[in-house]
């Protein structure tokens, strides 16, 4: 494994690009941050880590190459928060610059099975910025990540636990794999320090598998609260949300397919947070 790596990390105010910035911090490797908002508080907080903050644009690739410049590694993600075509055109635009800045490593998280053909706007959005690097020959690695576990702590989820029902948008007895956002910082971390065995690698990722049925009884034994599981119709997402309803019924119909099993023989260094453990640190009353 490579040690004292210098990694630019995108998206290192959000969720997923402060998970890696932390796991990198604590393995003992230098951090560069890209943020808006050098001034914010989230990327203050970054910096008493021990973060550097560069200031960039996810769709200047100017910015972004001169940031990338003389790093080992870099991590991208995206979000399709701003519309599905923003989304591709700031992918497009950290692959470009990456490859001006002739990075030697990108690894660039995705979603689960997005090279399916799943017919799901925010994963085949993803696809597109993965062959985008393919294209431009950068060296690279994909995770692609579950879903979040953290999806379960929206506030009206909370809010419907406290009140002894879960309600997801799935039958009850079919099961979705899904891991912690600390997790993915921590693999993505992996994924950077072995770079020369990943190289060219998509791999998808998963901690746990359970039903929604299981993840009720799991939480009734946390909380002490009798949790009930309530099934939804994905058409509750329509028609404001036709992406998230597309997903739940691809979810019931197909699934991801992470080994799971083998991800935790192959990456140790990884928590890999079983659900339960992962539902004790967290606050439900």
Excluded: C
Excluded at 214 to 224: C, I, K, P
């Amino acid at each position: 494994m490579t040690s004292n790596l210098l990694v630019l990390v995108a998206g290192a105010t959000g969720n997923q690009g402060g998970a890696v910035v932390r796991a990198l911090l604590r393995r003992g490797h230098r951090v560069r941050a890209v943020v808006r908002d050098p001034n914010s508080a989230p990327a203050q907080a970054l910096s008493e880590l021990g973060a550097e903050l560069t200031q960039a644009s996810y769709d200047d690739r100017a910015a972004l190459a001169n940031a990338a410049s003389g790093v080992d590694s870099a991590f991208m993600v995206t979000t399709p928060a701003a519309g599905i075509e923003n989304e591709v055109k700031q992918g497009f635009a950290q692959a470009d610059a990456y490859a001006d800045a002739k990075v030697g490593h990108v690894v660039f998280s995705s979603v689960g099975s997005a090279h399916l053909q799943t017919a799901i706007p925010h994963f085949d959005s993803k696809f597109r910025i993965e062959q985008r690097l393919k294209t431009l020959g950068l060296p690279h690695t994909v995770s692609g990540p579950t879903y979040f576990m953290e999806n379960l702590l929206f506030s009206v989820t909370v809010s419907g636990i406290a009140s002894g029902t879960l309600g997801i948008a799935m039958p009850s007895d079919r099961p979705l794999q899904m891991q912690a956002i600390s997790d993915i910082g921590e693999f993505s971390a992996s994924l950077i320090e072995r770079r020369n065995d990943v190289i060219g690698k998509r791999i998808d990722i998963a901690a746990d598998e359970l039903s929604g049925r299981e993840m009720a009884a799991v939480l009734s034994s946390v909380t002490g609260i009798h949790v009930g599981f309530q099934e939804l119709s994905p058409n509750i997402f329509r028609p404001a949300m036709e992406d998230m309803a597309l997903m739940f019924e691809w979810f019931d119909r197909v699934g991801y397919t992470a080994n799971i099993e083998s991800l935790r023989s192959e990456f140790p260094d990884v928590p890999w947070h079983r659900f339960k453990s992962w539902a004790e640190t967290q606050k439900w009353k």
